[in-house]
């Protein structure tokens, strides 16, 4: 069964920024389309970047031009670059492929306070 391990997130002032990283134990990493998603309280879980196999990234509307997905195949990871910060960006973040493939992981917490 395949394992989903996120990290990176923590405690950040507005304006900060912080690198998360997923890391899949899966076999062959590299065949997957990945996406980074969020979960804010009270709100469903919602999609926030996408990677393809190929290398071409989609964003949501809110965090364009302030995040950036990438991936390392062979490191089987792929990252979330968040700068500039907002409170708003405060939530669980998950990876998972873009058709949730796999099992969701326990997420990383992201808090963007003052």
């Known amino acids: 069964q395949v394992q989903l391990v996120e990290s990176g997130g923590g405690l950040v002032q507005p304006g900060g920024s912080l690198r998360l990283s997923c890391t899949a134990s899966v076999r062959v990493f590299s065949v997957y389309d990945m996406a980074w998603y969020r979960q804010a309280p009270g709100k469903q879980r919602e999609l926030v970047a996408t990677i393809t196999r190929g290398g071409s990234l989609t964003y949501a509307d809110s965090v364009k031009g302030r995040f950036t997905i990438s991936r390392e195949n062979d490191k089987k990871t792929v990252y979330l670059q968040m700068n500039s910060l907002e409170p708003e960006d405060t939530a669980v973040y998950y990876c998972?492929?873009?058709?949730?493939?796999?099992?969701w992981g326990q997420g990383t917490q992201v808090t963007v306070s003052s």
């Open positions: 998972n492929t873009p058709r949730v493939n796999f099992n």
